[in-house]
T-cell receptor, first 112, second 112 residues
Framework: DAKTTQPPSMDCAEGRAANLPCNHSTISGNEYVYWYRQIHSQGPQYIIHGLKNNETNEMASLIITEDRKSSTLILPHATLRDTAVYYCIVRNSGGSNYKLTFGKGTLLTVNP | NAGVTQTPKFQVLKTGQSMTLQCAQDMNHEYMSWYRQDPGMGLRLIHYSVGAGITDQGEVPNGYNVSRSTTEDFPLRLLSAAPSQTSVYFC???????????FGSGTRLTVV
């Protein structure tokens, strides 16, 4: 699976949009981009995933560049409860898609 | 639906003792995995299963055994606990399609 690069930490003001970047320059054609978050001491929580089109759900939006080498997770109106470590993961859609490889993620701190 | 249920939530073991961490899911997911998370680190895959009767090793399998006799259950056995196995353990499940993994709330294990 392709490796991902994320900034170690980011800050965001409450009520503003949080834009979390992720680089995955070695992503292959059948690999999806997944985002998870982990609020302190809890299990990771699935947020969203996409292949090449932009995706939106009730939690967030995922913007994937046309060359698929990077993506941005957008939390449109961050709240204090969105403070968490956010993981960007590339997952194979084929035979080995049962594996998730976690990096160190981005610690997003939402400030009042 | 209960999702992924892990028991116990907390456990203290003495070096050399054995125990089983329980994981059960009620979503009829084919894929199940065990991860450990150490302070300041991301999650590391211990063992995984792609279906009943099928298991395989992940990144850090030494000292752990698993079995998958049913779709619902995926217990993790510590054969002879060591202080290096002090960690938080997460179980997760997913369906075969490219959906997100659902994680349990974790088992916090201390080996003294």
């Amino acid at each position: 699976d392709a490796k991902t690069t994320q900034p170690p930490s980011m800050d965001c003001a409450e009520g503003r949009a949080a834009n979390l970047p992720c680089n995955h320059s070695t992503i292959s054609g059948n690999e999806y981009v997944y985002w998870y978050r982990q609020i302190h001491s809890q299990g990771p929580q699935y947020i969203i995933h996409g292949l090449k089109n932009n995706e939106t759900n009730e939690m967030a939006s995922l913007i994937i560049t046309e060359d698929r080498k990077s993506s941005t997770l957008i939390l449109p109106h961050a709240t204090l409860r969105d403070t968490a470590v956010y993981y960007c993961i590339v997952r194979n859609s084929g035979g080995s898609n049962y594996k998730l490889t976690f990096g160190k993620g981005t610690l997003l701190t939402v400030n009042p | 639906n209960a999702g992924v249920t892990q028991t116990p939530k907390f456990q203290v073991l003495k070096t050399g003792q054995s125990m089983t961490l329980q994981c059960a899911q009620d979503m009829n997911h084919e894929y199940m995995s065990w991860y450990r998370q150490d302070p300041g680190m991301g999650l590391r895959l211990i063992h995984y299963s792609v279906g009943a009767g099928i298991t395989d090793q992940g990144e850090v399998p030494n000292g752990y055994n698993v079995s998958r006799s049913t779709t619902e259950d995926f217990p993790l056995r510590l054969l002879s606990a060591a202080p290096s196995q002090t960690s938080v353990y997460f179980c997760a499940s997913s369906d075969r399609e490219s959906g997100g993994y659902t994680f349990g709330s974790g088992t916090r294990l201390t080996v003294v």
